[in-house]
């Protein structure tokens, strides 16, 4: 299995910045693709942008185009979420998440076979 630490999140104010990382180990060989979901008090847990691990081809939920970005360094098993024109709507616990052995549809957390353990993002108004 993979294991997964995601860092980087924090208190921000409306339109800033953060970047998030997520770090996998583990039995990182047969990672598939990662994607980072985010869950607010109250509400369920929510994709935000995928990866695919070989080919690199990215994935984003419609609330966050144009304003996040998705990457990932092959060599330091990570990925980031850069975060930009943050608003209160984007306050949540992001969670990293890895596909292992397959992709699937990276859009359902379903599908989805490890997890970290979430990172406060909060923007203040």
């Known amino acids: 299995q993979v294991q997964l630490v995601e860092s980087g999140g924090g208190l921000v104010q409306v339109g800033g910045s953060l970047r998030l990382s997520c770090s996998a180990s583990?039995?990182?060989?047969?990672?598939?693709?990662m994607g980072w979901f985010r869950q607010a008090p109250g509400k369920e847990r929510e994709f935000v942008a995928a990866i695919t691990w070989k080919g690199g081809i990215i994935y984003y939920a419609d609330s966050v185009k144009g304003r996040f970005t998705i990457s990932r360094d092959g060599a330091k098993r990570t990925v980031y979420l850069q975060m930009n024109s943050l608003s209160p709507e984007d306050t949540a616990v992001y969670y990293c998440?890895?596909?292992?052995?397959?992709?699937?549809?990276?859009?359902?957390?379903?599908?989805?076979?490890?997890w970290g353990q979430g990172t406060q993002v909060t923007v203040s108004s």
């Open positions: 583990g039995r990182t060989f047969s990672t598939a693709g």
């Open positions: 998440a890895a596909q292992e052995s397959y992709l699937r549809t990276v859009d359902d957390r379903r599908n989805y076979d490890s």
